[in-house]
Every structure is written in structure tokens, then in C-alpha cells.
């Protein structure tokens, strides 16, 4: 195992999003426009409890100061639907309640705006925007769902669409393999061998985010390749998996393998295959057709 395959554990987590440059989002205050409707503003009743429970689960917010702590907690409850579809966010309410300064809601809320997850309008104010104008390939916003009533389907969601890219991004791959690229991954397969004897979870599962992140990396497609954040964001968020390839067995680690080595000989064919093999089975169903993503329920 090469010395560059030991540093790749130390981050298990996408980069934060950054924030929203000025500009057009300064060109006016957060405060309550007028003509605002204060009658329908949001009830904090309880968002004590709701806060205690997203800073639990959100162990990647830890770090990111006042500023991302507010990021998470609103985001959160917009996400989970606490905060509705066309609520009004009065900044002035929400520095109270969350004892921050102007400051911190101003940017904050510039952040959640950038995410699709509220509008800010001259006489109108900020307000939350309905889910079909969420950005929701965002890394924060598919960790917020994956906690959230939606947990089942985004994990579903998140399996369907690995289904349908990285079959294509390992056939991809095997056209552009490079030897030091081959050599990470291969790095990345004897981690997680390595971890499924130990039994380590979180070894495993951040060697697992690298290989793909990386596959999709190298197939030489920058749409593709910009993909890689989701990705690891999919693996990433807790709860029950999202295919049969984040789990420690031995048939895992097998396909794994089985993809760095076609990649190495440019079987194009036999990689993709592989990667197919490694997705198809979804552990929270009880059968799945070889070829195909298992069929959903309406």
C-alpha cells in the first residue's frame, strides 16, 4: 500500500459550500421590506429541540462557526418542512431567536439562497421557496434530506442516480486509466480490505467515498467529474446505506478489484459490468433484477 493511500483517510467529508459572492444579493437589506406579511410569519415554538437535534446529527457543521451553525439549522428545517413553502424569514425574528447578530442571518441567509432553499425579493423579503426550486444535488442539501421525512426516497434517489452515471464513468475510465490513477485505486481496494478484516466502518466507508470520487474523476468527462461531490455526499450521509457497495463484505471488496483490474487491462466492457454488479443489489430490498434498478413502488 503506497504512503499516499494512508493520507487519503483523513477527510470524510465534501467541502462545505461556500458563500454567495456580493453583488446582486446586496442589492438590498435584509431587513423586513415593506409591505412585508408579519402576520404569517414562522412560530420558533420548539426550534430549541429541533436545533439540539440537527447540531447531533450534523457532525460536519462542527467547525464552521456561528455563521455555518445557522446555515445548518435553518437549512435543516426548511428541508424537514418545518419551515414551509412560502414562509416569510424576518431576519430581525431570526437573530433573536437564535441569539446572532445581523451579520451572521445576512450571510447566512445568502447561503441558503444560493441553495434554492429561499428567496429574497424587494417588498416581498425572504422567503422559503417550494422544493422544486431546490438545488438538491447539493452536498448540505442531500445530507439534510437524507435526516429528514424524505430519508427513504433520497436514499433511493441517490441509488438511482449512481446506477445510471458510474456504470458509465468506470466504462469511461478504463479508456483514460493512468498508472498513478490505477495505483489509488487500487490503494483505496487494499483500505477497505484491510478494514472489512478489522471490522472498521468508518475506514471503510472513506476509502470507498475516494474510489469513486476518484472513478468519476478520471473518466475524462468534466460533467461527470463535477458529479464527484454528490457522490460522496451519498456515501457520506447516516442511516441505512444506499446500495450494496457501502457495506463491509467480501463481495464488495471483490468488485472493487474486479474494476481496478479491467480499468488496468482497458476492458471498457468488463468495468462497466463490474460497477454494475457492485450497485445492483439495494439491501432495503429483497430482490433486484440483475441489469436493472430495482423497481419502485407508486
Not at 22 to 40: K, N, Q, T, V
Not at 218 to 230: C, K, P, Y
Not at 270 to 278: D, F, K, N, V
Request: glycine fraction near 10%.
Amino acid at each position: 500500500m503506497s504512503t499516499l493511500a494512508h493520507t487519503t483517510m483523513t477527510a470524510a467529508r465534501p467541502a462545505d459550500s461556500g458563500l454567495a459572492g456580493s453583488g446582486e444579493l446586496d442589492r438590498y437589506s435584509y431587513a423586513e421590506a415593506p409591505g412585508a406579511d408579519r402576520g404569517s410569519a414562522p412560530s420558533w415554538d420548539g426550534a430549541e429541540a429541533e436545533i439540539g437535534r440537527v447540531g447531533r446529527r450534523a457532525a460536519g457543521n462542527r467547525g464552521r462557526g456561528l455563521h455555518g451553525q445557522l446555515v445548518q439549522q435553518l437549512g435543516q428545517m426548511i428541508v424537514s418542512g418545518d419551515l414551509g413553502a412560502d414562509r416569510p424569514l424576518v431576519p430581525e425574528e431570526i437573530g433573536q431567536r437564535f441569539e446572532v447578530s445581523r451579520t451572521v442571518v445576512r450571510e447566512s441567509l445568502r447561503v441558503l439562497e444560493a441553495k434554492g432553499l429561499v428567496s429574497a425579493r424587494p417588498n416581498v423579503g425572504t422567503r422559503v421557496r417550494p422544493v422544486s426550486d431546490w438545488n438538491l444535488l447539493d452536498p448540505d442539501i442531500i445530507e439534510w434530506r437524507a435526516f429528514g421525512p424524505q430519508r427513504d426516497d433520497q436514499r433511493r434517489e441517490l441509488c438511482e442516480l449512481r446506477w445510471t452515471i458510474e456504470p458509465l464513468a468506470a466504462r469511461l475510465a478504463a479508456g483514460h486509466g493512468r498508472e498513478e490513477v490505477q495505483q489509488r485505486l487500487a490503494d483505496m481496494v487494499e483500505i477497505m480490505s484491510h478494514a472489512l478484516a478489522q471490522g472498521d466502518t468508518l475506514t471503510f466507508s472513506r476509502a470507498d467515498a475516494e474510489f469513486h470520487a476518484l472513478l468519476l474523476q478520471v473518466a475524462g468527462n468534466r460533467m461527470l467529474e463535477h458529479l464527484a461531490g454528490i457522490v460522496a455526499a451519498a456515501l457520506h450521509v447516516s442511516g441505512a446505506p444506499v446500495s450494496g457497495c457501502d457495506r463491509l463484505t467480501e463481495a464488495g471488496v471483490a468488485h472493487h478489484r474486479r474494476i481496478v483490474e479491467a480499468i488496468g487491462e482497458g476492458d471498457a466492457g468488463a468495468a462497466e459490468g463490474a460497477m454494475r454488479q457492485l450497485l445492483t443489489v439495494h439491501p432495503d430490498l429483497d430482490h433486484a433484477e440483475v441489469g436493472v434498478p430495482a423497481p419502485r413502488e407508486h
